[in-house]
């Protein structure tokens, strides 16, 4: 059986990130073992600070991008934010979080973890984040975040200490270099030929997936 391989890059503390994800979860509930997404990290929010002090210093500064954080995602329906999203709480750097998701897809590929972790994983650090104003740049935060999603602390921690998470996030970061990623979110389709960046809606993702099931074998893609 054909089976769609995408690779999803994203950044945690992106709100197209936030947005999405329910369109990914929503392409494995459809297509089942039919698609397989592999998650990767792009470091968009690396440097909080510094992106807010080159992109947002003369647009009212954190102020003014927590203002067009709540004003996008006013209009989806499925994402909650808090009012104080952004102002409450500004993490230093997505890069934690990243490190503790790798840590957590290492557990599911090894059968350490269920199948999903990751995702469910993601979706949980993001909701702390935008919904909660948790700090998910802290440690302690995102070990409770993570047992809160079914993923056990004592299991994580050893693969955050011992490098292994640290091994796993460098190669994530040599994909986007070696992919030239500049964007969160960005999905990777038919070994690079398609690829999906930003706010793309479900039904285009979708149709994306059922012309690669449905081509001939050998043939490339017409659209």
């Not at 968009?44 to 004003?71: C, D, L, N, P």
């Not at 994530?172 to 070994?191: C, I, K, Y």
Request: glycine share 6%.
């Amino acid at each position: 059986m054909e089976t769609v391989r995408i690779t999803h890059f994203s950044d945690a503390l992106c709100v197209w990130a936030y947005i999405s994800q329910m369109r990914c979860d929503e392409l494995v509930a459809q297509f089942h073992d039919r698609v397989s997404i592999d998650y990767r990290y792009v470091q968009v929010f690396g440097s909080v600070r510094a992106k807010m002090t080159a992109q947002w210093s003369e647009r009212g500064g954190i102020q003014g991008y927590a203002e067009h954080v709540r004003e996008i995602a006013s209009g989806f329906e499925h994402v909650s934010i808090h009012p104080e999203v952004w102002l409450k709480t500004t993490p230093e750097s997505s890069m934690p979080s990243h490190l503790f998701l790798c840590a957590v897809r290492e557990l599911e590929v090894r059968g350490d973890a269920d199948l999903g972790s990751q995702a469910r994983a993601a979706w949980a650090v993001r909701e702390a984040f935008f919904r909660e104003c948790a700090d998910i740049a802290v440690r302690s935060v995102l070990l409770e975040v993570g047992e809160r999603a079914g993923v056990p602390a004592a299991r994580v921690e050893p693969l955050l200490d011992g490098g292994i998470a640290h091994a796993a996030l460098s190669a994530d970061l040599g994909e986007v270099r070696d992919h030239t990623v500049r964007a969160s979110p960005t999905l990777m389709l038919d070994e690079d030929r398609q690829r999906l960046t930003g706010n793309v809606g479900y039904r285009v993702i979708e149709a994306n997936v059922r012309e690669l099931l449905e081509k001939p074998t050998g043939q490339q893609s017409w659209c």
